[in-house]
């Protein structure tokens, strides 16, 4: 039997604005999840870090530890690697008053 | 009796007695052939996002299905009682809305058919609002729901691509409903980019929505927000006459004669088109979920 192997869109074309994160999902099957996040446009202001998030009941959110700054050019990229997270996965970033990204991100997983 | 009949006779026992003895398929009743059949402890089995059409660029596609976004396997785990699972797995296919009233999600399998002939579709299925308060939140789904969407063969004198839509309307404006309804009719046609290569409508859009003769089915909601059933789904279609030939859910069976899918010109790239879609909206300000624990989809052909 080959391994799952899913690539899922959890937020397309949405722009970030201050405490912003993609919808909760869930992924207990799953092994590793590898996260991208792509800004689709110029982003605006000073950018933040985008982080992961794990939770115990898709509504309860924690920082799970891995993080990086997010992408500063249109096209630009950023990508999270992360196992051991349970079941509820998400990414979070926290934008100053004038900031903003249009992104898309997607989450792959493997189990 | 002729050896012929003997022989059908024989294949339509044995074939019966096959399905009844397997625990996968007993609780289906498909045609005679089955095209799909998806239980989600094998992955997502084909069951996508529905994205809308764009062109250029993704600010050209609707409202509608911009919100949209990818399902997921679930074992329905709940803050106060663990994972409920499936009906025979821990997984179902789950399919959540935004946390925003009116917020709607999709999901889709793309086929396309050999015959224009009876298709049978059935499905396991349950819906809850997400568990934020410690109350029954009965009314804070709006509705759950499935479509299909087809197209005749390139030869066969198609002249429309026709949506079927039935949805279980649980609730509106925070009353409960609890009926079935369908919908005829779509939003107007609106191009997408400037090279006359893609259009787009809006077909769950709320307007049109009319009540199935005798609508009003109260379904097994349980107590609290983290306890699910699994209800029983089957809608027949005949892909020659374009006309819906039957529903149930659970143990009642409702009247479709005077049920009317959308039906709008047929399309230049979609023939033999055999789409199925299932649907989930919110009523509040609350994430939806729609679980599918399985799927059969079956024809005669």
């Known amino acids: ?111 | 009796m002729t050896t012929q009949t003997s022989h059908d006779d024989m294949a339509r026992a044995l074939r019966l007695a096959m399905l009844q003895a397997n625990p996968d398929l007993s609780r289906f009743d498909p045609l005679s052939r089955i095209i799909s059949h998806d239980d989600f402890s094998r992955g997502h089995c084909g069951w996508s996002q529905l994205v809308g059409n764009y062109e250029d660029d993704l600010d050209s596609m609707l409202p509608g299905y911009a919100q949209h976004s990818s399902a997921m396997l679930s074992t329905l785990a709940h803050w106060d009682a663990g994972s409920h699972g499936g009906m025979d797995s821990s997984y179902a296919l789950k399919v959540a809305t935004r946390p925003r009233i009116g917020a709607q999600n999709v999901v889709i399998k793309r086929h396309t058919f050999r015959k224009r002939g009876p298709i049978r579709f059935e499905a396991y299925v349950t819906f809850k609002p997400e568990a934020t308060e410690l109350r029954l939140s009965e009314a804070d789904v709006r509705s759950i729901g499935f479509l299909f969407d087809l197209q005749g063969g390139d030869q066969d004198g198609a002249t429309h691509r026709v949506m079927p839509h039935l949805r279980y309307l649980n609730a509106e404006n925070g009353a409960l409903a609890q009926k079935w309804q369908f919908k005829s009719e779509t939003t107007p046609f609106k191009p997408v980019g400037h090279t006359n290569s893609t259009a787009t409508h809006y077909h769950l859009a709320p307007e049109g929505w009319r009540d199935l003769p005798g609508a009003s089915q109260r379904l097994c909601y349980n107590e609290i927000p983290t306890k699910v059933n699994w209800t029983y789904l089957r809608f027949d279609f005949d892909l020659e006459t374009m006309q819906a030939t039957g529903f149930r859910c659970n143990d009642r069976v409702f009247d479709v004669g005077g049920f009317e899918p959308i039906s709008i010109p047929a399309m230049k790239n979609l023939w033999c088109m055999l789409n199925f879609c299932m649907f989930v909206e919110t009523d509040t300000a609350k994430r939806a979920f729609l679980y599918v624990d399985s799927i059969c989809i079956s024809g005669d052909f």
Request: aromatic residues 8%.
């Open chain 1, 1 to 111: 039997m080959l391994a799952e192997n899913i690539t899922a869109i959890v937020a397309r074309n949405e722009r970030w604005t201050g405490a912003a994160a993609s919808e909760p999902y869930e992924a207990g099957w799953a092994r590793e999840a590898v996260v991208f996040i792509r800004a689709l446009k110029q982003p605006g202001g000073k950018q933040p870090v985008v982080r992961v998030e794990i939770s115990p009941d898709g509504m309860r959110w924690l920082p799970e530890g891995a993080h990086v700054p997010m992408p500063t050019t249109e096209d630009g990229m950023a990508i999270l690697r992360v196992s051991h997270f349970g079941n509820w996965l998400r990414v979070a970033a926290d934008f100053a008053p004038d900031a903003h990204s249009t992104v898309l991100v997607t989450i792959h997983l493997k189990g």
